[in-house]
């Protein structure tokens, strides 16, 4: 069965992949200056992130200068099930290749769901209604799935990430706000 999804997943991950480096450049520049003056996210005591890849957006410097004032983890994949845990990251031990190529901490501090204050979240595209396509694993919908309290969920894209209209799965995990280089969308 193919997934209905594919198509889009392809058309957004072209569009943030076309963007020319100096227009890149200056939205993550944006990106990361509203991540900054964001009350919620600069005060948060444990915050989730991710490791760009695939032309999403590049938060290593940011994470790099968070982790001197806040606990930051990265996502570990493990297992053939799609299992995915958050583990601390700390900038002087470097970052590991894991099996799809994909970043990951060296350290072995697992963070549970409860631990978190706030989770960057990377998609491949959004709508007005905190609706996230993400690459079609589902790692992060069955992360945050059936956790008590889950933590404030920020996307983190480009402005061509935005769709007009997203289809919801019933495990799609909503987002709280989305940031791109034109601010932070909320929608709670």
Not at 77 to 82: D, E, F, I, R, T
Not at 113 to 131: E, H, R, T
Request: proline share 5%.
């Amino acid at each position: 069965m193919t997934d209905p999804r594919a198509a889009l997943r392809r058309q957004y991950i072209t569009a943030r992949e076309a963007l020319n480096p100096t227009t890149r450049e200056d939205a993550e520049r944006r990106i990361i200056e509203h991540l900054r003056q964001h009350p919620r996210i600069s005060s948060a005591k444990t915050l989730a992130a991710f490791i760009g890849t695939r032309g999403e957006v590049d938060l290593t410097d940011y994470l790099s200068a968070r982790a001197a004032t806040a606990r930051v983890a990265l996502p570990v994949v493990a297992g053939q099930k799609g299992h995915m845990s958050f583990h601390h990251y700390d900038p002087a031990q470097g970052l590991t290749a894991n099996r799809y190529g994909i970043l990951e901490p060296t350290g072995t501090t697992e963070l549970r769901v409860g631990d978190i204050a706030v989770m960057l979240m990377p998609l491949v595209a959004f709508d007005a209604q905190g609706n996230r396509l993400g690459m079609g694993g589902g790692y992060y919908d069955r992360f945050l799935a059936g956790a008590p309290q889950r933590p404030y969920l920020l996307g983190v894209a480009f402005a061509c990430q935005r769709a007009d209209a997203l289809a919801a799965e019933a495990w799609d995990v909503r987002l709280d706000a989305v940031v791109t280089e034109d601010g932070v969308l909320e929608f709670s």
